[in-house]
């Protein structure tokens, strides 16, 4: 089971820091962030392999979105710079049984329920 937290509403340029609770021991699973805006489908934000070793972007977060992860903790996190209202979605994390599962949804076995994001202009 997974759950994500720490949405919100921000003034764009802010900041806010998702995290993504595991139950379950997922050290061994790839783990990513996906959102999904109001009237639009859903889409890749980021991933990370079981190790945190490589990390996926989608370009429109590149340079200001980082995924990180704590195994130890069957955690990962995602922490948003310069947000712009683009931003705004439901964002849910993603569990897959390969060490490495990149972009495609179809490779995560595992979702958990959302957490809202609101950047304002």
């Known amino acids: 089971q997974l759950q994500a937290s720490g949405g919100g509403l921000v003034q764009a340029g802010g900041s806010l820091r998702l995290s993504c609770a595991a139950s379950?021991?997922?050290?061994?699973?790839?783990m990513g962030w996906f959102r999904q805006a109001p009237g639009k489908e859903r889409e890749f934000v980021a991933s990370?392999?079981?190790?945190?070793?490589?990390?996926y972007y989608a370009d429109s977060v590149k340079g200001r979105f980082t995924i990180s992860r704590d195994n130890a903790k069957n955690a990962v996190y995602l922490q948003m710079n310069s947000l712009n209202p683009e931003d705004t979605a439901i964002y849910s994390c993603?569990?897959?049984?390969?060490?490495?599962?990149?972009?495609?949804?179809?490779?995560?076995?595992?979702w958990g329920h959302g957490t809202l994001v609101t950047v304002s202009s």
């Open positions: 993603a569990a897959s049984r390969k060490p490495v599962a990149g972009r495609e949804a179809n490779n995560y076995n595992y």
């Open positions: 379950g021991r997922t050290f061994s699973y790839a």
């Open positions: 990370i392999t079981w190790n945190g070793g490589i990390t």
